[in-house]
């Protein structure tokens, strides 16, 4: 297995400089993962960076997810504008706990009916009941967007492969899953692949290859 094409190898802390981008896209590049994920004021840098070579995604309404469905549509097509070909995009969790999953799925739908890019959605596991994560994931699939993705990495807590098993049944071959938060070792990886996860999110990109030419 080529743990390479798994990884959206993620640099999303906020006092990251521009040079630091840069250098991480490029040597991002050089490892050969399958994208980087960065903020939206660095997508530009990293499409320029990455001209054609890797996969840039970004964020919308990250990480808390509570911005207005207008201000995160904006913000999504903003990046695909800018060079993004892939959107991460936090569910409204306030809005689904409270019940308004009606607004929570046209808020998906459009961001990926107005972007035409792959979108995966993060619903913040550690705040869902079991019950929740099934609902979300089922609304994830009435969404038609091509993921569901457990963790911000800024949450209270990340992916677990409970999780992932259950969002991968949950889905039932109608959707990907992304696991993200906390995914720092090739061990943790490559079980979290084992049960189920289509793609890692993980800022340890770096390590973790480094670790599978040593395996």
């Known amino acids: ?19 630091e981008v840069e250098d991480f ?21 990293a499409r320029e960076v990455g001209e054609d070579r890797i ?21 999504a097509v903003r990046a695909v504008d800018d060079g993004a070909q892939e959107i991460d995009v936090v569910m409204n969790i306030s809005a689904f706990k409270s019940g308004e999953y009606g607004y929570v799925e046209e808020e998906l739908k459009a961001v990926k009916r107005e972007t035409g890019v792959v979108v995966k959605v993060i ?10 994560k099934v609902r979300a994931v089922k609304l994830c699939v009435n969404s038609g967007v091509d993921y569901v993705k457990t963790s911000t990495g800024f949450g209270s807590g990340g992916a677990t492969l409970e999780d992932v098993k259950l969002l991968k049944s949950a889905g039932d071959g109608r959707i990907k899953v992304k696991a993200a938060g906390g995914i720092r070792s090739l061990e943790q990886a490559l079980k979290m692949i084992e049960a189920g996860a289509d793609r890692i999110g993980t800022s340890g990109g770096f390590e973790i290859y480094k670790e599978s030419l040593r395996a």
């Open 123 to 132: 619903i913040e596991t550690c705040y869902l009941s079991e019950e929740e």
């Open 55 to 75: 996969v840039v995604c970004s964020v919308a309404g990250f990480p808390l997810g509570l911005n207005t469905k207008e201000v995160k549509l904006h913000e």
């Open 1 to 19: 297995m080529d743990i390479r094409k798994y990884i959206d190898n993620s640099i999303l802390k906020p006092y990251v400089t521009e040079k």
């Open 25 to 45: 896209v490029r040597e991002s590049v050089k490892v050969g993962f399958y994208a980087v994920c960065v903020n939206p004021y660095h997508v530009k840098l």
